[in-house]
């Protein structure tokens, strides 16, 4: 997984029709003629399976709902209305589709999002095509179906469970195909296994740590770990903080050295598609709690005296507080609920057990 023109973080959003979303899982699914045209929605399938972060322009047009009724239906003429004003007026059905689609992801249409987050949320809340390709219609001669509703091709893809992460990890190219991986490249296993590899080695002679905030604490809820972990390097990590207590540890806001391995890491652009602003609010939140900056660099020992002292639950950081779950991109680790910190705490961690 490289760097390329789609990923740079200065790319041009991709512009999609709200609704075309669901359209290219219904491609992906064995439809052959989508109303929005299969080449719409194999380019789309393309961009997906280019780069998964992929920033998507979710349009509906909201914009025809503003010329006044007396224009619209009594000519009076006030304001002239747009040359192809009919055939938008005249594409309600797309439009109600395009508005679902909007809500399911609960953004003002025309809002950029990556591709990733808008199919983990539409995929989570949408499972099957009821209400949104058909179900509410009273008169199919002036609502028509889409006659690929009822076939089942969206729900092939959009039924099927997301993995866990180890499994993702697992299994790498064997996913491509299935549920959500079937919009998606994974990783391939032999890319996660050389950066294993390569990041372990480091990792061993490294003088000093670089770990994210919250993975210092994600270090805590693996301790009792005793093998490493296929997906991270959390159990390497804590190992060198356990028989080196006074080795430097800089903390990083975003990946680390724990994400190498891992299923959702995109090393050409040093980023955790699947979570990335979630874990970075994560970072930021601890830091504040700790009073220290992006960057700052402490003894394992001190770094977790301080993160004792001045945390006392992982609510506070990764249940927001208040366990409150707004959206799946936001979605709080369920882990928060444990004693994790409290029980490493009465341990002496890092202090080798
Ligand atoms: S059933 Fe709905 S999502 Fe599927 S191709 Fe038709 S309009 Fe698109
Ligand atoms: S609760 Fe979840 S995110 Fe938070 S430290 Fe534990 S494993 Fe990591
Ligand atoms: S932060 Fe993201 S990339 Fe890093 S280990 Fe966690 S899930 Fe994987």
Same mark, same amino acid.
């Given at each position: 997984?490289?760097?390329?023109?789609?990923?740079?973080?200065?790319?041009?959003?991709?512009?999609?029709?709200?609704?075309? @979303?669901?359209?290219?899982?219904?491609?992906?699914?064995?439809?052959?003629?989508?109303?929005?045209?299969?080449?719409?929605?194999?380019?789309?399938? *393309?961009?997906?399976? =280019?780069?998964?972060?992929?920033?998507?322009?979710?349009?509906?047009?909201? *914009?025809? !709902?503003?010329?006044? &009724?007396?224009?619209?239906?009594?000519?009076?003429?006030?304001?002239? %209305?747009?040359?192809?004003?009919?055939?938008?007026?005249?594409?309600?059905?797309?439009?109600?589709?395009?508005?679902?689609?909007?809500?399911?992801?609960?953004?003002?249409?025309?809002?950029?999002?990556?591709?990733?987050?808008?199919?983990?949320? %539409?995929?989570?809340?949408?499972?099957?095509?009821?209400?949104?390709?058909? /179900?509410?219609?009273?008169?199919?001669?002036?609502?028509?179906?889409?006659?690929?509703?009822?076939?089942?091709?969206?729900?092939?893809?959009?039924?099927?469970?997301?993995?866990?992460?180890?499994?993702?990890?697992?299994? /790498?190219?064997? %996913?491509?195909? $299935?549920?959500?991986?079937?919009? &998606?490249?994974?990783?391939?296993? =032999?890319?996660?296994?050389?950066?294993?590899?390569?990041?372990? =080695?480091?990792?061993?002679? =490294?003088?000093?740590?670089?770990?994210?905030?919250?993975? !210092?604490?994600?270090?805590?809820?693996?301790?009792?770990?005793?093998?490493?972990?296929? $997906?991270?390097?959390?159990? $390497?990590?804590?190992?060198?903080?356990?028989?080196?207590?006074?080795?430097?540890?800089?903390?990083?806001?975003?990946?680390?050295?724990?994400?190498?391995?891992?299923?959702?890491?995109?090393?050409?652009?040093?980023?955790?598609? !699947?979570?990335?602003?979630?874990?970075?609010?994560?970072?930021?939140?601890? %830091?504040?709690?700790?009073?220290?900056?992006? /960057?700052?660099?402490?003894? !394992?020992?001190?770094?977790?005296?301080?993160?004792?002292?001045?945390?006392?639950? @992982?609510?506070?950081?990764?249940?927001?507080?208040?366990?409150?779950?707004?959206?799946? @991109?936001?979605?709080?680790?369920?882990?928060?609920?444990?004693?994790?910190?409290?029980?490493?705490?009465?341990?002496?961690?890092?202090?080798?057990?």
């Amino acid at each position: 997984m490289k760097r390329d023109r789609r990923s740079a973080s200065e790319a041009e959003p991709y512009d999609v029709q709200a609704h075309h @979303l669901a359209c290219a899982v219904c491609v992906r699914g064995g439809c052959k003629s989508p109303p929005c045209g299969r080449a719409t929605a194999r380019a789309l399938l *393309d961009a997906l399976w =280019a780069y998964p972060h992929v920033p998507l322009r979710i349009k509906a047009d909201l *914009d025809v !709902a503003r010329a006044h &009724f007396f224009d619209v239906y009594a000519r009076r003429g006030d304001r002239p %209305l747009p040359s192809d004003f009919q055939a938008r007026h005249d594409a309600y059905g797309q439009r109600r589709k395009d508005l679902e689609v909007c809500r399911l992801l609960g953004i003002y249409p025309n809002t950029v999002i990556p591709a990733f987050h808008a199919y983990r949320t %539409l995929l989570t809340r949408q499972p099957t095509l009821d209400g949104l390709c058909w /179900g509410l219609t009273a008169d199919p001669a002036v609502w028509p179906e889409c006659p690929r509703a009822r076939q089942g091709y969206y729900e092939k893809i959009a039924s099927v469970p997301f993995p866990k992460l180890k499994e993702q990890t697992a299994r /790498g190219e064997a %996913l491509a195909g $299935e549920g959500f991986w079937a919009l &998606f490249r994974p990783r391939t296993r =032999a890319a996660m296994r050389a950066a294993k590899r390569a990041s372990v =080695a480091r990792i061993a002679r =490294a003088e000093r740590l670089y770990i994210r905030p919250n993975h !210092a604490l994600c270090i805590i809820c693996t301790r009792r770990e005793t093998e490493p972990l296929i $997906e991270d390097n959390l159990v $390497e990590l804590r190992r060198r903080m356990e028989t080196e207590p006074d080795i430097l540890v800089t903390l990083t806001e975003g990946c680390c050295m724990v994400c190498d391995p891992c299923n959702v890491y995109h090393p050409g652009e040093h980023l955790c598609y !699947a979570a990335h602003p979630k874990n970075v609010l994560r970072d930021l939140r601890m %830091l504040e709690m700790l009073g220290l900056k992006p /960057g700052a660099t402490l003894p !394992a020992r001190e770094l977790y005296r301080l993160i004792f002292a001045r945390i006392h639950s @992982l609510k506070s950081v990764c249940g927001w507080g208040d366990g409150t779950d707004y959206a799946p @991109l936001w979605a709080p680790c369920g882990r928060w609920r444990g004693t994790a910190l409290a029980d490493a705490q009465a341990e002496g961690f890092p202090k080798r057990r």
